[in-house]
C-alpha cells in the first residue's frame, strides 16, 4: 500500500483502507492475491466456448451492416426532424456495435484467419475512422497491462504529481462531464497525459519495428474513408453528410467512451492499481468490472460482459455469457455481480459522473493504490458562482 501523503490533495492517507474504501462490510479486500490461478478459471469453462466460427462471426457483421444501411435509408426517405434524432441515437449505437466486431477481429475472436480478421476489421474500423491495427496494437498493450499504473494504456490513472503538473483546463476538462466522453478522438491522436505517440504514426512508441507497415496501412485506409466522406459532401452538401454520419459518430464515440470507462472505473467499492512485484495478469484482469446494458447487451454483442474478455480475450462474444456463468464459481468474491438494468442502462450513469468527480489520481509510491480526491477541482466554479 501507498504511504501517508502529507501533501495530498485530500489530505487523506493513502495507505488507509477507510480511506481508499478497501474493505467492505464482509471484510473482503479485492487487492489481497487470489486463491486460485488463471489455469483454474480457464479449466472450469467449456471447451466449446473457445471455438471460433467465421460464418456465426461473419453473420453479426451482416445483420450490423444491414441495420446500418436501412436506417440511413429510411432516415433520407422520411427527412424528417421528428425522425432525425431517434436515426442519431440508433444510428451511433450501431457505429458502435461495427466497432465491437472490429474489435474482436483485433483479438482473432473473430476467426482463426488472420486475414479475414484484418480485412473485415479494417472494413468496419475504418468505416467509423478507427485506424484498425493502430487501435489493435495498443489495445492490446492495454489487455497485456490491465490495472498497472504506468504500463496499462486505456483510462489509465493519473500519478499524484503528474496530476499537479496539469494546467487548470486540462484538469476541468478530464474530470468534469461530459467533456470525458469524447476523449477518444484525441486519444487516437495524442494518447493519454504522460504517453507520447500517435495511432496513426508507424514510429510512434506504441508500435514495434515490425508492426509499421501494417499500423502505415490502417492510417491510409483511414485516409480513404476521410477522403470519400470529403467528396460525398461536395456531392449532397455537408448538411446531410453531417445529419447522416456526422451525428451518429459523435452517440458513437459517445458510447465508446461510457463503456471503457465503465469497464474500469466507478463500482460502487473503490478497486486496486498495481505496480511492480504486486501487479500480475490475473489480479489486474480481476479489477474488470461486468456491466448490464439492458436492450443494449444483444445489440453490442455483450462487450458489458468484461471479466471473463479480458482475462481471455481469445473468446468469441457469442459465448462470453456461458464461459462467465461457468467461471463465477472459481472467481467467487473476485466476481462482482452487475446491477440489473431496465431497458435503458440509466443507473449507469450515476456510476459514471461519481467516479469522474472523485477517481482523480494515484500516489506516486505503492505497489497497490486506490484512486484520490481532489477536493479544490471544482473550487473555481464555486468561487465563480458567489
Known amino acids: 500500500m501507498a504511504g501517508d501523503k502529507e501533501n495530498s490533495f485530500s489530505g487523506e492517507r ?102 479475414l480478421n484484418s480485412i473485415v476489421g479494417h472494413l468496419l474500423h475504418s468505416w ?115 445529419k447522416l454520419y456526422g451525428v451518429p459518430y459523435l452517440v458513437f464515440v459517445m458510447w465508446l467512451d461510457f463503456v471503457t470507462y465503465l469497464h474500469h472505473h466507478g463500482y460502487e467499492q473503490k478497486l486496486p492499481w498495481y505496480r511492480g512485484k504486486e501487479w500480475s495478469y490475473l489480479r489486474g484482469g480481476l479489477t474488470t468490472v461486468d456491466r448490464d446494458y439492458g436492450w443494449f447487451n444483444n445489440i453490442h454483442h455483450d462487450i458489458g460482459t468484461h471479466v471473463i474478455h479480458h482475462l481471455f480475450p481469445q473468446i468469441p462474444h457469442y459465448h462470453l455469457i456461458e464461459a462467465t456463468k461457468a467461471a463465477r464459481p472459481v472467481l467467487g468474491k473476485y466476481y462482482r455481480e452487475p446491477k440489473k438494468s431496465g431497458p435503458i442502462p440509466i443507473h449507469l450513469l450515476k456510476n459514471l459522473t461519481r467516479s469522474i468527480k472523485q477517481d482523480h489520481y494515484v500516489s506516486d509510491t505503492g505497489d497497490v493504490v486506490y484512486y484520490q480526491t481532489d477536493p479544490h477541482l471544482y473550487q473555481f466554479f464555486h468561487d465563480k458562482s458567489k
Open 14 to 115: 493513502a495507505g488507509s483502507k477507510a480511506t481508499d474504501g478497501v474493505g467492505g462490510r464482509d471484510g473482503f479486500d479485492p487487492s489481497a492475491p487470489p486463491p486460485f490461478r488463471i489455469a483454474d478459471i480457464r479449466a472450469a469453462i467449456p471447451k466449446h466456448c473457445w471455438v471460433k466460427d467465421p460464418w456465426k462471426s461473419m453473420s453479426y457483421v451482416l445483420r450490423d451492416v444491414v441495420v446500418v444501411f436501412g436506417l440511413a435509408v429510411a432516415a433520407i426517405y422520411s427527412d424528417s426532424w421528428l425522425v432525425w434524432p431517434l436515426y442519431w441515437a440508433a444510428q451511433g449505437t450501431m457505429f458502435w456495435a461495427l466497432f465491437v466486431l472490429g474489435h474482436d477481429c483485433g483479438h482473432g475472436s473473430f476467426s482463426d484467419n488472420p486475414k
Open 128 to 242: 467509423i475512422l478507427v485506424p484498425y491495427h493502430g487501435w489493435r496494437i495498443s489495445h492490446r498493450t492495454h489487455h497485456q497491462n490491465h490495472g498497472h499504473v504506468e504500463n496499462d494504456e486505456s483510462w489509465v490513472p493519473l500519478p499524484e504529481k503528474m496530476y499537479k503538473n496539469l494546467d487548470n483546463s486540462t484538469r476541468i476538462f478530464r474530470f468534469t462531464v461530459p467533456f470525458p466522453i469524447f476523449a477518444y478522438p484525441m486519444y487516437l491522436w495524442h494518447r493519454s497525459p504522460g504517453k507520447k505517440g500517435s495511432h496513426f504514426n508507424p514510429n510512434s512508441d506504441l508500435f514495434p519495428t515490425s508492426e509499421r507497415k501494417a499500423v502505415l496501412t490502417s492510417t491510409l485506409c483511414w485516409c480513404m474513408m476521410v477522403a470519400l466522406l470529403v467528396c460525398v459532401s461536395f456531392v449532397v452538401g455537408l448538411p446531410q453528410v453531417l
